[in-house]
């Protein structure tokens, strides 16, 4: 009998050991993926910076704030509600048709998009005089309709996701300074990133079925309809969340023009390659999340109170880095002192520290499908945030952007701590649990 309990502890333990290896290999890919999206714009920016001028990076960064609304259309917060759906059922004979009606309603949900997009295009003043650019820009939203991702992070074969991007961002940046001679091409920009993506994302495709990984199956309008339901709420969140983040430089060029558009669109650069720490952790671990929350929250919240530790000696540094050398990452990602640029990254400064807060509290509402509560936090939180950044930008411009930028963070993590402390207080993470 001892022999047998020695056994079964042995296999438990090389579990355990092949669950925080996969951990870490995902980790590490993911880490790859954030870190090449995160630098490979600021290869370009000093580029882009002295060929088109900070007035024709706005009318860049406008459209892509637009598409990046339509992006999230067209993902349905896939990185949460499919990912989780793959790793449950990657062993099930129902996997290719997931599969399929999943990928066939982020078609479907594309060709949607188009004639949207098209007229809020017309309807923005300072889009419409850059509709040739903005049009185009609607390739980053073919792009990502094709991005295998969330398949891949599912099955727990990110390894090759962080290929495929990387081929594709490398072919992006080899294209622009191939077909980016001047001021004229601007235009151009968007286009080339979603054509190069595009194209990518088809071979990663590709690759997937010459691997066996899986195989399409046809699926009928009934079962992409219910799959629609079935993600709706978390595709609401996930928008609201968006749109609290994307608004401040549309907002931006709404109010102050596409030159302030373009100085918090320099800083916004610097920012989200802060931010893309927690973005990465939050890809890498949800999957084991969802996992584990099937069997026992008691878990879940062990593995969250260790992330917290971790947070702040990685976070801390990243904040101190961005505010105090603000002047000089500008000087090297522009190739000049921007000075307004500089000031707008020390307000932002936090914001990679706020995201990896918010994340546990982001998780537990998702993987405890607990999606009204998620819903209603990203409502309020945005609702209220959208306010004051209008009130602040129509005062401040970029200045009040930024500041906007940050409050947004804060009061997004204040509405899911209500939610989940008012709502479903036996899954707090920070408050004695009547369940485990």
Not at 36 to 46: D, E, T
Not at 402 to 416: D, N, Q, R, T
């Amino acid at each position: 009998m001892a022999k047998l309990t020695g056994l079964l502890k042995e296999i438990v333990n090389i579990k355990e050991q092949i669950s925080e290896r996969k951990l870490l290999l995902n980790f590490s890919a993911l880490s790859s993926v954030q870190f090449v999206n995160g630098v490979i714009p600021l290869v370009v920016l000093p580029y882009l910076y002295r060929v088109l001028g900070v007035e024709k990076l706005g009318y860049v960064f406008l459209a892509q704030a637009v598409a990046g609304f339509f992006i999230q259309f067209v993902d349905f917060a896939f990185s949460n509600t499919a990912v989780r759906a793959i790793s449950q059922n990657r062993a099930s004979s129902l996997l290719p048709f997931l599969t399929g009606r999943l990928f066939t309603l982020r078609i479907c949900l594309l060709l949607i998009g188009f004639p949207l997009y098209s007229a809020l295009g017309i309807a923005i003043p300072d889009v419409r005089t850059s509709i040739q650019s903005y049009l185009i820009s609607y390739m980053l939203v073919a792009a990502q309709a094709v991005n295998p991702y969330w398949f891949l992070q599912g099955i727990d074969k990110t390894k090759y996701y962080a290929l495929i991007n990387l081929v594709g961002k490398v072919l992006f940046v080899i294209s622009i300074f191939v077909l980016i001679r001047s001021e004229s091409d601007y235009y151009l920009v968007n286009g080339i990133q979603g054509v190069t993506v595009f194209f990518t994302g088809l071979t990663g495709w590709y690759f997937i079925q010459q691997k066996k990984f899986i195989r399409f199956t046809s699926v009928s309008v009934k079962t992409v309809i219910t799959e629609f339901n079935a993600g709706l709420s978390n595709f609401l969140s996930g928008l609201i969340v968006f749109g609290n983040s994307g608004c401040y430089l549309l907002l931006t060029g709404y109010f102050a023009g596409a030159t302030q558009a373009g100085y918090y669109g320099i800083a916004e650069k610097i920012f989200l390659l802060g931010r893309a720490l927690p973005i990465m952790i939050h890809q890498a671990i949800y999957p084991h999340v969802c996992r584990i929350a099937e069997n026992s929250f008691h878990e879940v919240r062990k593995f969250f109170k260790q992330f917290y530790l971790f947070l702040l000696p990685v976070f801390i540094p990243i904040t101190g880095i961005l505010f105090f050398f603000s002047s000089e990452i500008i000087s090297l990602i522009t190739g000049s002192l921007v000075y307004q640029a500089a000031k707008l990254v020390k307000i932002v400064s936090p914001i990679p520290f706020l995201a990896a807060v918010s994340i546990p509290l982001a998780q537990t509402l998702s993987a405890k499908h607990f999606n009204r509560s998620y819903l209603n936090a990203s409502l309020i939180g945005s609702s209220i945030s959208v306010l004051i950044a209008m009130v602040l930008i129509s005062q401040f411009m970029a200045t009040g952007a930024a500041v906007a930028a940050l409050l947004g963070e804060l009061i997004m993590i204040a509405s899911m701590f209500f939610q989940i402390e008012r709502n479903h207080r036996d899954y707090s993470l920070f408050t004695k649990p009547v369940i485990s």
